[in-house]
């Protein structure tokens, strides 16, 4: 508690001070809170405004494609697939009628 009340003490006074509201608005947007909640606790010095925490969600995004896009060129990554699915169509129909023809791998 004491924590949040000092970091929104110095939130109110600069507005550069804003790690904690910063992590709570990427945890929000990651959490799909709504739009009016986020803009609540906006106003209560919890969290970032709407736009501050698009513009991290998008610095975090082009800052990991960039890395990514590195990390690949170095040819030292391999990629692995999880609930890859598969759907086998048969072309000729069985007595059975219909069966499932997706396959999980």
Do not use: W
């Amino acid at each position: 508690k004491t924590i949040t009340i000092l970091s929104q003490l110095l939130h109110s006074r600069y507005r550069k001070c804003n790690a904690l509201q910063s992590v709570m608005g990427i945890f929000l947007h990651s959490c799909n809170t709504p739009e009016k909640v986020v803009k609540v606790l906006t106003r209560m010095g919890i969290s970032v405004s709407l736009t501050l925490i698009h513009r991290a969600i998008h610095s975090l995004k082009s800052e990991c494609f960039t890395d990514i896009r590195t990390l690949g060129r170095t040819l030292l990554v391999s990629y692995a697939y999880d609930n890859f699915d598969v759907k086998f169509s048969t072309g000729i129909p069985t007595v059975e009628g219909p069966q499932d023809t997706l396959v999980h791998l």
